[in-house]
């Protein structure tokens, strides 16, 4: 159980463009889904949290208008990457929150071009 | 400022020895969490650690946590090159109905034969 599905698990998009990713819970409802970056080599940084119904809470740094979080059920989140330029180019990974503990999709890598 | 740090930060060792991977956190946490993610993938969780002397072991790996050092250790036991992978520690930092994970830097472990 817990299993939490992304899609695409890549995409190449030219630059200017905007590109949406998924994040599913399969067999469980999530009230909070986190969205994280990771760029080769480095650790994971929390971008936000998107909590069902309500408008999602950003990191510092992160620019709300540019990264577009929508939470409107409990078994999905969506992302959208806007006017994506080539340094937004990295691993996204969502994860969704089941009694305290996190379940992590497979992550979606994004090229920008 | 709210830190996890880990050490050693690459780690290189033969099969069929022992060593231990570090997690330092610095502020009261009661919630900790250990992942592994091999190269391309997304996060696989291994440990949750919930309490202070919680210790969890799962093949020739083992977790621990002491709250009260802020301290939480991963040792590996006669390790196998199936086990070289990054390895992630991640603290729940706010607490409560609101958290979210700070994650560590990561460990690359690398098992020569």
């Known amino acids: 159980g817990a299993v939490v599905s992304q899609h695409p698990s890549r995409v190449i998009c030219k630059s200017g463009t905007s590109v949406k990713i998924e994040c599913r819970s399969l067999d469980f409802q999530a009230t909070t889904m986190f969205w994280y970056r990771q760029f080769p080599k480095q650790s994971l940084m929390l971008m936000a949290t998107s909590n069902e119904g309500s408008k999602a809470t950003y990191e510092q740094g992160v620019e709300k208008d540019k990264f577009l979080i929508n939470h409107a059920s409990l078994t999905l989140s969506t992302l959208t990457v806007t006017s994506a330029h080539p340094e937004d180019s990295s691993f996204y990974i969502c994860?969704?929150?089941?009694?305290?503990?996190?379940?992590f999709g497979p992550g979606t890598r994004l090229t920008v071009t | 400022e709210l830190k996890v740090e880990q050490n050693p930060l690459f780690l290189s060792m033969q099969e069929g020895k022992n060593y231990t991977i570090y997690c330092n956190y610095s502020t009261t946490s009661d919630r900790l969490y250990w992942y592994r993610q091999d190269p391309g993938k997304s996060l696989e969780s291994l440990f949750v650690l919930l309490s202070n002397g919680a210790v969890k072991q799962e093949g020739r790996l083992m977790a621990s946590l002491d709250t009260k050092a802020r301290l939480s250790t991963l040792h590996i036991t006669a390790a196998v090159h199936d086990l070289s992978a990054t390895y992630f520690c991640?603290?729940?930092?706010?607490?409560?109905?609101?958290?979210?994970?700070?994650f560590g830097k990561g460990t690359l472990l690398t098992v020569n034969p």
């Open positions: 991640a603290v729940d930092l706010r607490g409560g109905s609101n958290y979210k994970l700070t």
């Open positions: 994860s969704a929150d089941r009694l305290y503990e996190q379940y």
